[in-house]
């Protein structure tokens, strides 16, 4: 097996499993929001005197970093596995 083809092999097989993950989750998100009821008699029944004032707090970011460093380090212990295998089976022979 080439360098090539294993360096080549490792990036599909972590953007795979990148991309497997970011499409669970946007099931399961889809899937939770679908069977989501809102109990809005319940909620309103007990009004609270709203604070006049605005207050902002912090927003969940996408963090890219995160995923792409998963992505490489998927990569990287994939196709360090995937190494070590065929060059074991080679000395074997």
Partial sequence: ????RLVLESIV??????FAYILFTVI?????T????HE???NYAQQENLPSKISFGVTERFNTWIYVSGCVLLSVLYG??????TTSRKSHK
Avoid: D, E, P
Wanted: hydrophobic share 60%.
């Fill in 28 to 32: 399961q998100g889809q899937i939770l």
């Fill in 13 to 18: 097989f972590g953007m795979l499993i990148f």
């Fill in 40 to 42: 809005v008699i319940n």
């Fill in 80 to 85: 360090t596995i995937r190494w070590i295998l």
């Fill in 1 to 4: 097996m080439s360098k090539k």
């Fill in 34 to 37: 679908a069977n989501f009821v």
